[in-house]
């Protein structure tokens, strides 16, 4: 279980940091805001990657 909380508590953290890089991007101008609408579109892809992940240690744990 305490696995579980670890992986809770780096969630917002990993948030904080891809959001902090693409900040960074933006201000040197590597990416412009045109990819906000796109990124936000592609939204139902990570749900699907967390369901994917939490389906996946599931297995994982049952296993051991």
Not at 18 to 27: A, M, Q
């Given at each position: 279980m305490s696995s579980d909380r670890q992986y809770r508590g780096a969630i917002l953290?990993?948030?904080?940091i891809?959001?902090?890089?693409?900040?960074?991007?933006?201000?040197l101008n590597i990416v412009d805001w045109a990819i906000w609408p796109k990124v936000v579109r592609l939204w139902?892809?990570?749900?699907?990657?967390?369901?994917a992940?939490?389906?996946?240690?599931?297995?994982?744990?049952?296993?051991?």
């Open positions: 953290p990993i948030l904080f891809v959001v902090g890089i693409l900040l960074l991007l933006n201000t139902p892809i990570v749900v699907i990657g967390f369901g992940n939490l389906l996946l240690q599931h297995f994982r744990r049952t296993r051991t």
